[in-house]
T-cell receptor, first 113, second 112 residues
Framework: KQEVTQIPAALSVPEGENLVLNCSFT??????LQWFRQDPGKGLTSLLL?????REQTSGRLNASLDKSSGRSTLYIAASQPGDSATYLC????????????FGKGTHLIIQP | GAVVSQHPSRVICKSGTSVKIECRSL??????MFWYRQFPKQSLMLMAT?????????EQGVEKDKFLINHASLTLSTLTVTSAHPEDSSFYIC????????FGPGTRLLVL
């Protein structure tokens, strides 16, 4: 059974810093991997989607990489801002999207002004 | 495009009542939808896979008789929490499959 682990569980840094969030998964036979943002009491905002054949995806200040063989992904946030404060969730999908996603427990990020 | 809605966004009910939550794909058809549950300070856990025109597939530990799922059309799946109890209070969120999954905004259920 797939298991997804995110490290660290929580992170607090001053604004302006570049930071890296880590995600690992136990079964490398994935279809894709997604990074989401969740604000308190809210739903999910999809940030980046990486297909299993891809190595990375970029959107603005965000860059996500995928090393499928080692079961790892990282989310890089450049020049962090207080508005980036949220919980970041990593999720992996299998079987062409026919299966539900397996989520990690998330990294709770606080960017100090 | 690829918008998923959920209704209601928030519901408070008394213990023992049943609550129905709707999940709609607004601008696409989805033969498969998924239902997740998120307890406070926990991650999302897949509850069941909803398949249009057939029975839902439930994850281990999820009671199918308590969480009734109906996927009657290609744009609508419903989750009914039957005889709800306080321990069912949670954030329920659905997604629809269009190659990748698109999530609804979630429904917060509070059972008193």
């Amino acid at each position: 059974k797939q298991e997804v682990t995110q490290i660290p569980a929580a992170l607090s840094v001053p604004e302006g810093e570049n930071l890296v969030l880590n995600c690992s998964f136990t079964d490398s036979a994935i279809y894709n991997l997604q990074w989401f943002r969740q604000d308190p009491g809210k739903g999910l905002t999809s940030l980046l989607l990486i297909q299993s054949s891809q190595r990375e995806q970029t959107s603005g200040r965000l860059n996500a990489s995928l090393d499928k063989s080692s079961g790892r992904s990282t989310l890089y946030i450049a020049a962090s801002q207080p508005g980036d404060s949220a919980t970041y969730l990593c999720a992996v999908g299998a079987r062409g999207g026919a299966d539900g996603l397996t989520f990690g427990k998330g990294t709770h990020l606080i960017i100090q002004p | 495009g690829a918008v998923v809605s959920q209704h209601p966004s928030r519901v408070i009910c008394k213990s023992g009542t049943s609550v129905k939550i709707e999940c709609r794909s607004l601008d696409f058809q989805a033969t498969t939808m998924f239902w997740y549950r998120q307890f406070p300070k926990q991650s999302l856990m897949l509850m069941a896979t909803s398949n249009e025109g057939s029975k839902a597939t439930y994850e281990q530990g999820v009671e199918k008789d308590k969480f009734l799922i109906n996927h009657a059309s290609l744009t609508l799946s419903t989750l009914t929490v039957t005889s709800a109890h306080p321990e069912d209070s949670s954030f329920y969120i659905c997604s629809a499959n269009l190659g990748t999954q698109y999530f609804g905004p979630g429904t917060r259920l509070l059972v008193l």
